[in-house]
């Protein structure tokens, strides 16, 4: 298992896929859209617009509209078929990816099919990381216990707690016990890249 308790996000690697609990999915979006930016891959009932724009409006106030078109990419996986569509898509580029939900469109596979559709899924996953950051939250049930043994074994397991201040309104600087943000400069500095492209797009 990976410690979330060092500092630095130089202490994750490309090359690997991080599992993250399915409850921390929602705030690390939160915290990467601050920071990195992020590639948000939806494979759950509900892409969770709403929810995210009123979060970073708590954060960055009148700035979340920018933060939604310039910091977080969004697309939805229906089927296991889209959802390996999408991630074959996806260029190679350094925008972290977390992909949510990861098993929840298995569970409408014939059983017959849903270790090859797996096999492609974890071929794509693995081919991305070795050019950005790849996180992934599953919550593998019956009849699909082996899936989550699997991920197990290729994943590696990131016990990541979001920022104090993560949910507190202009507080979104603080310090972090995770280790995969940058520092309170390099998220001011993000914030002020949006800013500059999203103005010169306007």
Same mark, same amino acid.
Request: aromatic share 8%; hydrophobic share 35%; glycine share 6%.
């Given at each position: 298992?990976?410690?979330?308790?060092?500092?630095?996000?130089?202490?994750?690697?490309?090359?690997?896929?991080?599992?993250?609990?399915?409850?921390?999915?929602?705030?690390?979006?939160? #915290? %990467?859209?601050? @920071?990195?930016? =992020?590639? /948000?891959?939806?494979?759950?009932?509900?892409?969770?617009?709403?929810?995210? $724009?009123?979060?970073?409006?708590?954060?960055?106030?009148?700035?979340?509209?920018?933060?939604?078109?310039?910091?977080?990419?969004?697309?939805?996986?229906?089927?296991?078929?889209?959802?390996?569509?999408?991630?074959?898509?996806?260029?190679?580029?350094?925008?972290?990816?977390?992909?949510?939900?990861?098993?929840?469109?298995?569970?409408?596979?014939?059983?017959?099919?849903?270790? #090859? %559709?797996?096999? @492609?899924?974890? =071929?794509? /996953?693995?081919?991305?990381?070795?050019?950005?950051?790849?996180?992934?939250? $599953?919550?593998?049930?019956?009849?699909?216990?082996?899936?989550?043994?699997?991920?197990?074994?290729?994943?590696?397991?990131?016990?990541?707690?979001?920022?104090?201040?993560?949910?507190?309104?202009?507080?979104?600087?603080?310090?972090?016990?995770?280790?995969?943000?940058?520092?309170?400069?390099?998220?001011?500095?993000?914030?002020?890249?949006?800013?500059?492209?999203?103005?010169?797009?306007?």
């Amino acid at each position: 298992m990976y410690d979330g308790g060092m500092n630095g996000r130089s202490k994750l690697q490309h090359g690997q896929i991080y599992l993250i609990p399915k409850e921390r999915a929602f705030d690390l979006t939160i #915290e %990467l859209a601050l @920071t990195t930016g =992020v590639r /948000l891959l939806v494979c759950g009932n509900r892409l969770p617009f709403y929810d995210i $724009a009123y979060a970073l409006a708590r954060r960055v106030g009148q700035r979340y509209e920018m933060i939604l078109k310039k910091g977080i990419t969004f697309s939805r996986a229906e089927t296991c078929t889209q959802l390996i569509d999408r991630l074959s898509e996806m260029d190679a580029h350094a925008t972290p990816l977390l992909v949510s939900d990861l098993l929840a469109r298995f569970y409408d596979e014939q059983e017959r099919q849903v270790d #090859e %559709l797996f096999f @492609t899924c974890q =071929v794509e /996953l693995q081919r991305l990381s070795q050019d950005c950051l790849v996180f992934v939250s $599953a919550d593998p049930r019956p009849p699909l216990e082996r899936l989550g043994h699997v991920l197990d074994r290729i994943t590696r397991q990131l016990e990541y707690s979001p920022s104090p201040n993560l949910h507190q309104k202009g507080k979104h600087y603080g310090s972090h016990t995770a280790p995969l943000l940058p520092s309170i400069q390099d998220r001011e500095s993000h914030v002020q890249r949006i800013e500059t492209r999203f103005a010169a797009a306007r």
